[in-house]
């Protein structure tokens, strides 16, 4: 098992772990954002940049996705090593300019402002990190966006800028954009999610007791179809929203109990 | 769409189904079609079970690639090196300027497809504009604009007002 | 003309072939070769080479005409080329009435000059027999019957043979990494996606001389252990298509492509694929994601793709250059060729010269040869009487050199050290016209469009670049601004995810270098010293030169022109629009730019 000396502190790690799984094991913080855990990694933001030892030289690598394959020395904190990384926030500031989450970031890294204008006319506020698209394709498995065009008009769309077909409303883009540009938008008049800005919307089941959304019908539809139960009463509560269900399950247990302990009624 | 459902299905067959030739795939339906057809890529996409985000982002990608009709003819101006020191920017601008088109894109009346590309291989001839595979060398904005009027209208580009644009 | 129907089965029967051939064929005393690579062809060469052929069957002497098409010499300039055997008589710009007096002058006559004549245009690139009957594919016939594939691999390390197609990486250093790699599937590829503006070698040789990179590569796969190769070709050379296409199909009828090739257990078959249109595809793992499908986005190489490429599987890519040195590498011998060049840089190396010198095509020179020897030796100097200002190498990932660095050697190394590159070989020459802003900006531009996208640095740090760079040339730059420029250009080296990001500041940074005064120029005077950036410079009447026509004043729209006959015109600075009309309309060039 190869040794990483990261900032002077020594770990074993798995051939083939990267520096990133190196640096959470010894508590150093190397910002990410187009990184993830359950997804595999791109490294197109650039923001996790550190320097390897090299001998006579140091290189620029991304953290997440350096493979360890022998003993190697890391500076997270040198000067080269910050420099690189907020030069990269710094012209991530300038393209997404409105992004909360991004200036949080941004702070933690000692970068309170840009030197450079927003230049660019398409999706702004979109940092192309592409997990929206990453987790779409490889957890969801519907693909329903991807990336569009070359060079600063890519950005990031379902298919032919339509409303796309595969999108099952699940908002789980929603949940994984780190600049929190995409959002969930519920339409309870037309019962339907639509996911801004893609356009795509999808039908909502909702409770049949009050009429609140509860998820969008194909999520649950696909959802059922994994799970291999034929108890009739499961499938039933799915359709309550889940202030029925404590309801209905509150309801339930009093009759349970006052049919066990005769005409007493008493809640425990 | 039905006759072209065999020609999809051909295009297919002749790369042995391989996703992977995916971009000679869309190459042969452009040189059948003059361009990709939202309905085609759907259909081929379909076949090779590749999602359309993965289809569409192959067709954006690549600067070959057309999602709109072209036109009769086809008008390629190189913006290489020694073409563009040698003034092709400026014909480009005469060119979109004259007829109302932008690079990459196709004339209103359907007469020519205009492409700006980086160099062709032939910069002896500099500045070079390339009309229907027949190569013109040294143009400049008079000269190009000469060749494009006495461009003529096909069959396939008859429309209404394509009598306007010959006048 | 042989007919190449013959399939091979052993390496003895390509030598068996050639034999046959001199003994068979009533071999023409005189041979016109007629190139019709796309220069010449686009100007009427194929129209030549019927009148040759016609005139070859009229002539009634005792002489055996022959007129064959060949590939591109490279001299593109002075097409159409001509060339009369034995004797090497070398015609420039042939028409058609020229045909005439060339035959009865050089091909009856005899008269023998001697010019220079680069190997490529000496067969018929559609005719594989004109390639075997010349010696092609007896290095395939020696290396299958006689060496190992390590003995290969040696003889490719004694030659010290580097890429050719910019990274100038040891080639048998990689072919060893890859044979060594973990898998019984390998893939070898070639790159012919040459992108870089103002460079056609690659195209020169995938259309000229087609067999020599399929050789090469059946060499390099016997060598590693590979039985599938791809050739991916820009989409836009389609005679280079083409070519190759019908080089492929005619190898496999003689089997020297497919199963069990001459007799032995290596088999062996190339697939063409054609570009898309993205300059990014030239970056080996952009040119896999497109060979699989996908966007051509480059990837991570820190696994490197000898170990994992193409699908996962170790792949050994290089340039067509690289793969067409390798046939006379082992026919010769690595000692050869290492006898050719500098150092550190073995053997030859082909540049296409264009821009502002009097003779544009290509040149094929041994390796540290100076810049100023090619660009007036063999360039003709510059054009038109001008002044040399610069000359830009190694595409838009390289930079511009001045004249005090003319004496500079062109290898590998030595460029580099200038703030620039050899690169795939590209060479644009400047005069004292060209604005060096101007070049930075055009270079930074085609990066911009050009770029993937999927990196941030590459991605905004070139649309920051190209921002700043576009005020300057319009007069809007601040003094800050040149120091930003190289903070930029130092992030994308350090940051950017791939070779055309880490080396996109190469233009700006080298122009900075060495044109400074010109940046300063442009921002704290609002003007440019090159008389190129509209409304930096202004337009003046030298009452010597003027003849007081008064084709100017009457061009002029803003009526800024005053003058009457016999009396010098004269400008009116506050009036001018600075729109050029009296300029370009002068007959006396008596309107200049200052």
């Known amino acids: 098992m190869p040794t990483v000396t990261i900032d002077g502190k020594r770990i074993k790690v798995k051939k083939d772990a990267t520096i990133l799984d190196a640096a959470n094991k010894v508590g150093i913080w190397i910002p990410t954002l187009c990184h993830h855990r359950a997804l595999s990694s791109d490294a197109s933001c650039r923001i996790c940049m550190v320097e390897v030892d090299r001998g006579e030289w140091r290189q620029l690598v991304t953290a997440c996705n350096y493979p360890v394959r022998r003993d190697i020395t890391v500076y997270v904190s040198s000067e080269r090593a910050k420099q690189a990384r907020r030069g990269v926030m710094e012209l991530l500031l300038a393209r997404a300019p409105e992004s909360r989450e991004l200036k949080e970031l941004a702070e933690r890294m000692d970068v309170m402002q840009t030197h450079y204008p927003t230049v660019t006319e398409s999706q702004r506020n979109c940092i192309l990190c592409g997990l929206c698209v990453r987790v779409c394709e490889e957890i969801i498995g519907q693909a329903a966006i991807g990336f569009v065009g070359r060079g600063v008009d890519r950005a990031v769309a379902a298919p032919f800028r339509q409303p796309s077909e595969d999108c099952i409303g699940c908002g789980v883009c929603a949940a994984i954009c780190p600049v929190g540009t995409i959002k969930i938008r519920i339409h309870p008049d037309q019962q339907e999610v639509e996911i801004s800005p893609f356009k795509s919307r999808a039908k909502l089941m909702v409770c049949r007791e009050c009429g609140t959304p509860i998820v969008s019908s194909e999520v649950s539809k696909q959802v059922l179809s994994k799970i291999q139960i034929n108890w009739e009463e499961f499938r039933e509560s799915l359709q309550l929203c889940p202030k029925c269900k404590r309801l209905h399950t509150a309801g339930k247990l009093t009759s349970t109990i006052a049919n066990k302990t005769g005409d007493r009624e008493g809640v425990y | 769409m039905p006759q072209d459902k065999e020609l999809i299905e051909q295009i297919i067959k002749r790369y042995d189904e391989d996703t992977g030739m995916l971009i000679p795939m869309m190459q042969d339906l452009q040189s059948e079609c003059g361009y990709l057809p939202v309905e085609h890529l759907r259909y081929m996409g379909g076949l090779l079970k590749v999602p359309m985000s993965r289809m569409f982002a192959v067709a954006t990608f690549y600067s070959s690639f057309r999602l709109a009709p072209k036109g009769a003819h086809e008008v390629t101006l190189c913006m290489g090196t020694v073409c563009y020191l040698k003034g092709a920017p400026g014909i480009s601008e005469a060119i979109c300027q004259e007829f109302h088109v932008e690079p990459g894109g196709t004339t209103r009346d359907r007469l020519f497809s205009f492409n700006a590309v980086n160099c062709v291989g032939a910069c002896a001839l500099a500045p070079v504009m390339i009309v229907d595979g027949k190569y013109y060398d040294g143009v400049n904005p008079k000269s190009a604009l000469e060749i494009l009027h006495g461009l003529q209208p096909t069959e396939d580009s008859t429309e209404t007002d394509t009598k306007e644009a010959v006048k | ?594």
């Open chain 3, 1 to 594: 003309m042989i007919r190449a129907s013959t399939k091979f089965i052993s390496a003895n029967d390509i030598e068996r072939f050639v034999q046959e051939f001199h003994d068979r064929a009533d071999s023409a005393s005189k041979v016109v070769r007629i190139c019709i690579g796309t220069g010449c062809a686009a100007k009427g060469s194929r129209r030549l080479y019927e009148l040759f052929c016609e005139a070859a069957k009229r002539s009634d002497q005792d002489i055996r005409v022959e007129a064959k098409c060949v590939g591109c010499h490279g001299f593109c300039e002075r097409g159409p080329i001509v060339v009369v055997e034995p004797g090497e008589v070398f015609y420039q710009q042939v028409e058609e009435p020229d045909v005439a007096e060339i035959f009865r002058e050089t091909v009856l006559g005899g008269r023998v000059e001697r010019i220079v004549l680069i190997g490529n245009g000496r067969f018929d690139p559609t005719q594989i027999s004109d390639y075997i009957v010349e010696g092609g594919y007896s290095a395939l016939a020696k290396v299958i019957s006689s060496m190992t594939p390590e003995e290969v691999i040696s003889e490719v390390e004694i030659a010290g043979l580097r890429g050719r197609g910019g990274g100038g990486f040891p080639t048998a250093r990689k072919w060893r990494s890859c044979r060594e790699a973990k898998g019984s599937l390998k893939y070898v590829i070639c790159n012919g996606d040459e992108g870089d503006p103002g460079a056609f070698m690659d195209r020169s040789i995938m259309e000229g001389n087609p067999h020599s990179v399929i050789e090469g590569m059946l060499i390099g796969a016997y060598a590693i252990g590979s039985e599938q190769g791809y050739i991916y070709v820009r989409n836009e050379y389609p005679m280079a298509v083409e070519h190759l296409k019908t080089a492929i199909s005619q190898a496999r009828d003689m089997g020297l492509l497919g199963k069990n090739i001459l007799g032995s257990s290596f088999s062996f078959d190339i697939r063409i694929n054609r570009g898309g249109g993205a300059f990014v595809c030239g970056e080996s793992t952009a040119l896999m994601a497109s060979l699989e499908g996908r966007t051509g986005e480059p990837r991570a190489k820190y696994v490197h793709t000898v170990e994992s490429g193409l699908r996962g599987k170790p792949t050994n890519l290089n340039n067509v250059e690289t793969w067409a040195n390798i046939p006379q590498i082992i026919k010769r011998g690595g000692e050869w060729f290492a006898g050719i060049g500098t150092e550190k840089s073995k053997g030859t190396k082909v540049f296409s010269l264009v821009g502002n010198v009097v003779n544009t095509g290509l040149v094929e020179v041994p390796m540290g040869i100076t810049l100023r020897r090619i660009i007036d030796e063999i360039g003709g100097g510059i054009r038109d009487g001008k002044r040399f200002k610069a000359v830009q190498t190694g595409g838009p990932s390289g930079g511009c050199i001045p004249a005090e660095h003319l004496d500079a050697r062109v290898d590998f190394d030595e460029l580099t050290k200038l703030g620039s590159m050899m690169g795939s070989g590209g060479m644009i020459v400047m005069d004292e016209n060209t604005c060096m802003v101007k070049v930075a900006k055009y270079f930074t531009d085609f990066l911009h469009k050009e770029s993937c996208g999927k990196c941030t640095p590459c991605r905004e740090g070139l649309s920051q670049m190209l921002h700043i760079l576009d005020r300057i040339t319009k007069g809007e730059g601040e003094v800050d601004e040149m120091e930003k420029l190289e903070r930029l250009a130092e992030l994308l080296e350090g940051t950017a995810l791939c070779a055309l990001g880490k080396t996109a500041a190469n233009p700006v940074l080298s122009t900075l270098r060495f044109f400074r005064e010109e940046y300063e120029a442009h921002i704290l005077d609002r003007h440019c010293p090159a008389k190129e950036c509209r409304g930096l410079f202004r337009y003046q009447i030298d009452p010597e030169a003027c003849k007081a026509c008064g084709i100017c004043l009457k061009n002029c729209t803003v009526n800024a022109i005053t003058g009457e006959k016999k009396v010098p015109h004269v400008i009116n600075q506050e009036k001018c629009t600075l729109c050029g009309a009296c300029w370009e309309k002068c007959p006396f060039t008596a309107v200049k730019k200052v």
